[in-house]
C-alpha cells in the first residue's frame, strides 16, 4: 500500500529531501504508526525532534495521531511556524 509523504520547513531540510513514497507494512496503520517507520528510516535526532512537533495531514486535511492512513492517500507533516 503506497503513500506520499511530504515534508515542510526544518522537516525536509532534516530529511534533505521534500517528498518521499513509502510501502505501508500493514493495513490500518494510523499516523503515529508512520511516524515511527520514518523515525526508523531517518533516525538523525534533528529530523525526530521536527517530526515529534510537527502537525500531520491527510490529503490536505490536519487529522490526529490515530487517523488511518489508506492507500495512495498524500500524508504532509508540517512544524509548527514560528516568526516575529
Not at 509523504?5 to 530529511?15: Q, S
Request: charged share 25%; aromatic share 8%.
Amino acid at each position: 500500500m503506497m503513500i506520499k509523504i511530504l515534508f515542510f520547513a526544518g522537516l525536509a531540510d532534516a530529511a534533505g529531501v521534500r517528498e518521499i513514497k513509502i510501502d505501508l507494512t500493514k493495513p490500518n496503520m494510523t499516523i503515529e504508526s508512520v511516524k515511527q517507520l520514518l523515525k526508523n528510516q531517518y533516525s538523525s535526532a534533528a529530523f525526530i525532534d521536527e517530526l515529534d512537533k510537527s502537525f500531520a495531514s491527510i490529503n490536505q486535511e490536519y487529522v490526529n495521531q490515530d487517523t488511518v492512513v489508506t492507500e495512495n492517500d498524500e500524508v504532509a507533516f508540517i512544524p509548527p511556524v514560528s516568526g516575529g
